[in-house]
């Protein structure tokens, strides 16, 4: 168990904006931030973040939280590691007792891959840099390929002894159970016998956009054609490698920071760009392109530059990862490295300014990229350079954004010399036959039994719930403020007709609050504002401050979301959406007491409507109970009262 010192440390120390910064671009709007949201596949930013709360709201699927919530729905933490990496990054000493054998029989199978795959990481780090063999074989090699003693140590390169199972054999004495090793793919079983996968060879681990080992990639120092150069971890529980980009963890700030990401294919080519300064990098890792890489770039930044070899095959890769790049609204550059050169061997040759000034004067549109490379090769022949005009239509197609799409047709239009005419009806021709083959795949998933009339296409507002929110959000942003109250205390005059009298009393907004629901005999009709109250009332009366993200930290789940969506609200909603449902916020020309008294006001006069419905029903069973009438008339005075207090009808 964390101490409890060591997590108010850092609820103190941690900026929501931070820490959210590492995973998603924000970009600063009014007081608060905003992005694309990092679990949705969206292309206009829903994602909300505010400081001065400290917590976060994403809008397109309904999450949000403190800082700590965020790791655990983002990248699976458990509280004590979103905890940990939180106090990593503030440079907090954890204080924790020891995990018992039954806490530890508890972690899930996923939490025990990734304590495995920490301990491999380690371990091949220490055989690299302390061992004879390690030193003589893995730093040698990686001293051939002239990397510096700081990225070995940045990227955490490592070694694997040249023995069947050494390493299988060292985790299982530190309590590592086999068939994790085996689900990790660390180690292969077969016929009842452990071989490590990755022996004889140097180690890249390959880590989470938060630093999580999720596998390893392991290169061969043998020349044997029988032995693959490149091995990667399989596909596990905790490794999927569309999903991952190698570097990201390393370079995720400098993307940002640049609002670039050079994309390069191999290991070592993140690695020498790196040493020679060039951060913003990351690698597909040999594979091809996917979506899902794509989508994790997204987050940090909407423009991607590959980097290629300057071959044949090279280029065609590039082409082939174009058009996924597009369909993620993403604006795509391409640079073609000297005949013969990688980005490992073109670093190796160049000064850090020479290589950013090439990337820079030799990054090229796609358009023109395309152009550049098919047109050479259509020549005269009329069929082919139609095909190539197709090709580059075919990418424009593939762009969201309609302005965008113009721009692009003029320009393929200029390059290709042909009419802009032509080109918006091959276009059309290409999005039509999209969309066709889209409605034949919903037809054939179309189950004519699954359509059920709607009960209500159009949801009412419940005016009650708004209100009993809107008291919770009172109290949580000024419950502790010292305001001026006008109160009404209901008077007869000298003619015995009833009339609202003023008193004016200062007292804490919490205060007045609780002391206008207990005297209404009021209680919260939802559950989670009812626990939500008491507790903020207890924390009141002990005289402490709520501070938002602090006080979610005391919360079960349910009750943080709950909270976490009143307090972010108007971050989506104007305040006319309030007022269309009788709801009232503070405005700029309103005080504080203003709120918080035509709110108690609202409530008063939806209790009061329920009340008069109450009595109605009952003067329908009995129209001659003279005393149920009297009631009605007298509460429907009441509200009118009401009603001129607040300088309205309702």
């Known amino acids: 168990m964390i101490a409890k010192s060591t997590i108010e440390k850092v609820f103190e120390s941690s900026r929501v904006e931070e820490v959210l910064g590492d995973f998603v671009q924000l970009k600063k709007s009014g007081s608060n931030y905003k992005g694309l949201s990092p679990f949705t596949e969206e292309r206009t930013p829903s994602f909300m973040v505010s400081p001065a709360k400290q917590i976060w709201k994403d809008f397109s699927s309904g999450k949000g939280g403190t800082v700590v919530t965020f790791l655990m729905e983002h990248e699976h933490f458990t509280y ?13 000493e954890v204080e924790e007792t020891q995990k018992t054998s039954e806490q530890k029989l508890e972690d899930s199978e996923r939490e025990s891959m990734y304590l495995i795959t920490e301990f491999a990481k380690e371990y091949y780090r220490d055989n690299l840099v302390k061992s004879e063999e ?18 070995i140590d940045k990227f955490e390169l490592g070694y694997s002894f040249n023995k069947s199972n050494r390493f299988s054999e060292e985790a299982l004495k530190k309590g590592y159970k086999l068939n994790f090793l085996e689900k990790t793919g660390l180690t292969i079983v077969k016929d009842d016998k452990s071989i490590d996968r990755f022996k004889g060879r140097v180690i890249f681990p390959i880590l989470s956009m938060s630093g999580r080992v999720l596998g390893f990639g392991g290169r061969t120092l043998k020349s044997s054609k029988n032995t693959a150069k490149y091995i990667n971890s399989p596909e596990s529980l905790i490794y999927h490698k569309s999903k991952v980009l190698y570097g990201i963890f390393q370079a995720k700030q400098s993307i940002v920071k640049e609002d670039n990401c050079f994309l390069v294919e191999g290991y070592t080519d993140v690695i020498k760009l790196h040493q020679k300064g060039i951060i913003n990098v990351v690698a597909s890792s040999g594979t091809a392109l996917t979506e899902n890489q794509i989508r994790l770039v997204s987050r940090l930044t909407k423009n991607i530059t590959v980097l290629f070899d300057g071959d044949n095959a090279g280029s065609r890769a590039a082409l082939r990862g174009i058009d996924i790049i597009l369909e993620q609204g993403m604006n795509v550059r391409i640079c073609n490295l000297p005949e013969g050169e990688d980005p490992d061997s073109f670093a190796n040759s160049k000064q850090t300014d020479e290589l950013i000034s090439f990337f820079n004067e030799h990054s090229k549109d796609f358009i023109k990229y395309k152009a550049s490379l098919l047109v050479d090769e259509a020549a005269n022949d009329p069929v082919k ?16 954004d309609q302005i965008k799409k113009e721009i692009y047709i003029k320009e393929c239009s200029s390059i290709m010399g042909i009419s802009e005419q032509v080109l918006y009806s091959t276009l059309a021709q290409i999005q039509k036959k999209v969309l066709k083959k889209n409605i034949n795949d919903s037809k054939d998933n179309f189950d004519s039994f699954s359509i059920v009339k709607p009960e209500n296409i159009k949801k009412r507002t419940n005016l009650l719930y708004e209100l009993e929110k809107k008291i919770i959000e009172i109290l949580l942003l000024y419950g502790n403020n010292v305001e001026d109250f006008e109160d009404l205390i209901l008077k007869e005059d000298e003619n015995g007709k009833l009339g609202l009298s003023p008193v004016n009393r200062r007292a804490k907004v919490f205060e007045k609050i609780y002391m206008d629901l207990h005297e209404d005999e009021m209680e919260f009709s939802n559950d989670n504002f009812r626990k939500i ?19 979610l930290n005391t919360l079960p789940k349910e009750l943080e979301m709950e909270i976490t969506n009143i307090m972010m609200n108007d971050e989506k909603y104007s305040l006319h959406d309030w007022e269309r449902n009788s ?3 503070k405005s700029k020309n309103k005080t504080i007491s203003q709120l918080v008294i035509e709110t108690i006001l609202n409530l008063r006069c939806f209790l009061i409507d329920q009340k008069v419905n109450e009595f109605k029903d009952k003067t329908l069973i009995n129209k001659e109970n003279k005393s149920v009438l009297e009631d009605v008339v007298n509460y429907s005075n009441l509200k009118i009262l009401l009603s001129r207090k607040l300088n309205r009808v309702i």
């Open 385 to 400: 350079k139609a095909s190539v005009v197709r090709n580059m239509v075919e990418s424009i197609s593939k762009i969201s």
């Open 80 to 92: 004590p590691e979103a905890i940990k990496y939180l106090a990593k990054k503030y440079n907090i």
């Open 533 to 551: 109250y008491y507790k903020i009332i207890e924390c009141y009366n002990e005289n402490k401050e709520i501070i938002t993200d602090k006080f």
């Open 583 to 585: 709801i009232f916020p």
């Open 134 to 151: 390690g030193k003589s074989i893995g730093i040698s090699y990686f001293k051939e390929r002239e990397f510096s003693n700081e990225v």
